[in-house]
């Protein structure tokens, strides 16, 4: 059997790519328009570059730290995502990685398995909500969070609605039913080690969003609660201020961009911002999070804890936003590809890639500790937070 180990992000994003139906496939490489944001998040590392050291190099390195008031072994959590059919374990799979390499864990609302599932691995989870529905649902569905065990909670901002891309979007269906089935044939017999997968697990792929639903009520489907959102008017900052105060623990406020909405939300009792356009997925043209960066984490990096996600796919990337500020990262494509190509084991081995990453740049760097890191390490072209990569010509 072929080694299922491998090497880099991009040979995780590669064997995804093989091993998942097309149409799978395309729902985790998301992005939007004409994927400038979604370039940009990962070309805007590449401008970055690094101030090493040579003498004095330190043996062993700490690459831990806390945040939202957890211990976790390296500054990297995994950001919430809707993981729907990339693994019939899907986020309880993530959520046994993440407690493997002991990091904290981000669960959407939009994932395929229960809230309480996925706490039961003992990773620290934080659970991701928007702002859908009545305040009513919204507070049961905190409740249900917070009996579960969740840490924290994330609540995501930056979603406008942008549906389409120039590379066409993927058909999901409401469900899996047999004409479902019969549709996505052809696709699925072509990518036979995923359908074993399943075959094995003895489930189909599961399309409903259980952890919108109050706890033992029916599961509504993905499009059925995306309804729901998107007919919910979008919240104002006293809402934000509401939620923080309903949910009454560590609260992250995710998809800032602007320095403006960095301190509202530290106004709205924030103990955690996250420095995010949402993986390029949403406003196209919103530059990447690397460049909105510093002058954020300048304006209330003393006040709140300021993380970042956004083309994380290296240890050297998560370093770079550590020298410019951040407390810590979240990563989202780069494990969805590792629980494509290997599970759990797949998430791991990412984990374990970061990991290793981030451990040789501080070694090079010449510190004792991630926190030690700061803006002399890193070389920043001039006109860096200004720009915004220049979008594919083809
Ligand atoms: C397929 C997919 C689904 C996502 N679903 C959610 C979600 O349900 N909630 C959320 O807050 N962010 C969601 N995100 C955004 C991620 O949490 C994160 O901000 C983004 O993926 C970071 O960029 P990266 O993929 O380059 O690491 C999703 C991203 C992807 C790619």
């Known amino acids: 059997m ?5 090497e880099t992000v991009a040979e995780a994003q590669r064997r995804a790519k093989r091993r998942l139906p097309r149409s799978v496939y395309s729902a985790l490489l998301a992005g939007s328009e004409a994927g400038v944001t979604y370039r940009d998040n990962t070309a805007a590392f590449g401008e970055l570059g690094f101030a090493p050291r040579v003498g004095n190099l330190v043996a062993q390195r700490d690459l831990g730290t806390t945040v939202m008031g957890q211990d ?12 729907q059919a990339v693994d019939p374990d899907g986020e309880v799979a993530v959520a046994r990685a993440a407690a493997a390499r002991g990091v904290a864990m981000g669960l959407s609302s939009f994932a395929s398995k229960p809230v309480e599932d996925v706490c039961a691995t003992g990773a620290p989870v934080l659970f991701q909500m928007y702002w859908s529905g009545s305040r009513d649902e919204m507070s049961a569905r905190m409740e249900r969070a917070r009996a579960a065990g969740c840490a924290g909670l994330i609540v995501t901002l930056d979603w406008s609605f942008s549906h389409c891309r120039d590379w066409g979007s993927p058909v999901i269906p409401e469900a899996m039913d047999l004409k479902a089935m019969l549709r996505f044939a052809p696709e699925v017999l072509a990518r036979p080690s995923y359908l074993m997968t399943y075959a094995r697990s003895g ?10 639903a109050r706890r033992g009520e029916a599961a509504p489907t993905f499009f059925g609660a995306y309804g729901e959102w998107m007919q919910t008017p979008p919240a104002t900052w006293d809402d934000i201020a509401w ?8 609260f992250m406020v995710k998809g800032i961009i602007r320095v403006d909405d960095a301190k509202e939300a530290v106004a709205a009792g924030a103990t955690a911002i996250s420095v995010s356009n949402h993986g390029g997925n949403n406003l196209d043209g919103t530059p990447a999070t690397i460049r909105a960066l510093p002058e954020i984490a300048a304006a209330v990096g003393d006040q709140v804890e300021v993380l970042l996600d956004g083309g994380i796919r290296r240890g050297s990337d998560v370093v770079k936003a550590l020298a410019l500020g951040a407390r810590a990262v979240m990563i989202g494509r780069a494990y969805l590809w590792g629980l494509a190509a290997n599970g759990q084991a797949g998430v791991e081995n990412v984990l374990d890639i970061l990991r290793a990453g981030v451990d040789s740049a501080v070694l090079a760097l010449g510190h004792r500790s991630v926190r030690d890191l700061g803006p002399d390490d890193v070389v920043v072209p001039p006109g860096f937070t200004r720009r915004l990569g220049a ?4």
Do not use: H
Not at 72 to 83: D, E, F, H, K
């Open 2 to 6: 072929r080694n299922a180990w491998f």
């Open 72 to 83: 976790v072994a390296l500054p990297v959590l995994i950001s919430p995502t809707g993981v």
């Open 203 to 212: 489930a189909v792929p599961d399309l409903t969003v259980p952890n919108m």
């Open 243 to 250: 939620m923080r105060a309903q949910w009454g623990g560590p």
């Open 391 to 394: 979008p594919d010509p083809t």
